[in-house]
């Protein structure tokens, strides 16, 4: 049974709080009791996944929470939208569409979220401490929270994701709880060879791979003796979101809450321990990639998540300021955007033929030309939704190969050790 | 035959199964302007899945799922109800709620552990969370 505080049932009861301040609750409190919580927990921050535009339904749902005085209390940012806001003509949605999305943004900011518009949060200052209750949406996002912050939140949808920041609450339960964030499966990487470890491309690889034995469960990560970069962390986490369920991934030695693997576990043993294989790795890699035409690309996207300003300098780096022959769509947020511009990255970068998508990206809203195509990406997340959102087909590569591609035209790649 | 499962959002349906045969995310999964099955090699790619029971084993992926069962509610082309394979997370029960908040149609909501049924059952599902085949 859900235990409500005085304080809840005064807002759920009482003529002082909102209208929608009193829905928001209402919903949090129905989905706890849904979810079988004993009580709510009250949190640091919020992020909203619910800002991107799908269809007129949220815009009405957001809209009526906002024009009811619903207000967020809690620190809240926001993901994506479907508009690039600095530059408005990228995003080819319909007059009507345009206007649903920007109402659906404006609802938001109506409502005091801080309007980040990224779905990487943890790149422009939200980055909530390890043991801190946070209600966040956007599957990478989560994962990462839990991951590599140790910060504390379930995969939470649209909608509940908004309402538990204008409750300042979200329901006791899951990876809120310590007992739920200990790992059910150890999935163990010792036996791959060292070089594989170094790919550029190992991370998101093994992020799909986690993601599909994981599934829902929490799982640990034992044998990369390394250290891992937090856009490497990013690249699995995001990919392991993708093909699973994933919110929380221990990597031992790595992740702040996998320090070592009995403690992981809860000095329990492992309900199941997989050794990863290299023909399980070959296998995801090439399954990331959709077409088999070593042929013409159309474009390279890049980012999702978010490109980081290492990753653009790296980016420049590696292209040796060689032009591009085919667009290379860079996604970021406005903050890393302003960050590159005053290091002079930016304008070096288009130069070369990236094209900047602000705000948004070119996998959740129409940006890319024509109904379909090759898109050859470094990004796992990318490779998975492209073809079904866009009508792209993906060809996935390391950075370096993206790069060469673009430079080239065409697909080419160094699969190096994953013949 | 007749099963129980755990309630997430309790109403009443019957109709024919759709089990999805490989797991889903809503988002980039299913299009929220037909409720096709829109994901690439996906074995059910181009099947509706407006006013069927559909059997998600394995809910997985985007966060903005909800969003898009949402808009299949408020469209009026969404499944009859739903039968979850988890209850761990509340991506895809929040949309009924919202749904229910704005005035719309609702459907039911069932989680059971592995749940079986297969595609062309017809199954009714009562408000107890009990479910019955016809």
């Known amino acids: 049974m859900l235990e409500l505080t005085e304080e809840e049932k005064a807002i759920l009861n009482s003529e002082l709080a909102t209208t929608g301040d009193k829905t928001a609750l209402s919903i949090v409190v129905k989905a706890a009791e849904m979810l079988g919580a004993k009580r709510l927990v009250k949190i640091t921050s919020s992020h909203i996944d619910g800002c991107l535009y799908h269809g007129d339904s949220g815009v009405l749902f957001c809209e009526n929470l906002a024009k009811n005085g619903a207000k967020a209390k809690v620190p809240t940012t926001t993901n994506v939208g479907a508009l690039n806001f600095i530059k408005t003509n990228q995003a080819k949605l319909s007059s009507e569409k345009l206007q649903m999305a920007q109402r659906l943004m404006d609802a938001h900011i109506n409502m005091g979220c801080t309007p980040s518009w990224t779905c990487a949060p943890y790149q422009i200052g939200a980055r909530p401490k390890k043991g801190e209750q946070v209600a966040w949406g956007e599957s990478n996002a989560v994962a990462f929270a839990n991951t590599v912050l140790g910060a504390r939140t379930n995969r939470y949808g649209d909608f509940l994701d908004i309402a538990c920041a204008v409750s300042g609450r979200a329901p006791y339960y899951g990876l809120h709880c310590d007992k739920n964030r200990n790992a059910e499966i150890l999935l163990d990487v010792t036996d791959l060879p060292e070089n594989v470890k170094g790919e550029d491309t190992f991370f998101p690889v093994l992020g799909s791979v986690i993601g599909r034995l994981a599934g829902d469960r929490v799982c640990a990560v034992s044998g990369i003796n390394k250290i891992a970069s937090e856009d490497q962390l990013k690249a699995l986490c995001a990919a392991a979101a993708s093909t699973g369920a994933v919110g929380l991934v221990h990597i031992i030695g790595i992740t702040p809450e996998a320090t070592n693997l009995p403690n992981v576990f809860g000095n329990e043993r492992p309900k199941e321990i997989l050794s990863i294989d290299m023909d399980m790795m070959k296998g995801a890699f090439h399954k990331l990639s959709q077409t088999k035409q070593a042929g013409k690309i159309d474009c390279v996207a890049l980012g999702s998540p978010h490109f980081s300003i290492s990753e653009c300098k790296k980016l420049l780096e590696v292209s040796e300021e060689k032009d591009f022959k085919v667009p290379v769509y860079v996604c970021t947020n406005r903050h890393t955007a302003q960050e590159l511009k005053a290091q002079n990255i930016y304008s070096k970068l288009e130069r070369l033929g990236v094209v900047f998508i602000i705000d948004t990206c070119v996998v959740v809203t129409p940006i890319l030309p024509g109904s379909g195509g090759i898109m050859m990406t470094n990004s796992a997340k990318f490779a998975h939704y492209s073809a079904g959102n866009t009508g792209y087909r993906p060809i996935f590569g390391s950075l370096a190969d993206c790069i060469k591609s673009a430079q080239n035209g065409y697909a080419t790649l160094n699969y190096g050790p994953w013949k | ?134």
């Open chain 2, 1 to 134: 035959m007749s099963w129980c499962g755990q309630v997430l959002y309790s109403g009443t349906a019957k109709g024919t199964v759709l089990r999805l045969e490989a797991p889903i995310s809503f988002w980039g999964g299913i299009s929220p302007d037909n409720a096709e099955v829109v994901l690439e090699n996906h074995p059910q790619r181009g099947l509706k899945i407006t006013d069927k029971i559909l059997i998600v084993p394995d809910p997985i992926g985007s966060s903005s799922s909800a969003a898009i069962l949402l808009e299949l509610l408020y469209a009026k082309i969404a499944p009859k109800g739903l039968i979850l394979g988890t209850n761990k997370d509340a991506i895809l029960p929040i949309s009924v709620l919202v749904a229910e908040q704005m005035g719309w149609n609702t459907i039911p909501i069932i989680a059971m552990e592995n749940p079986t049924f297969k595609s062309g059952e017809e199954l009714e599902i009562k408000t107890d969370g009990t479910i019955h085949s016809i």
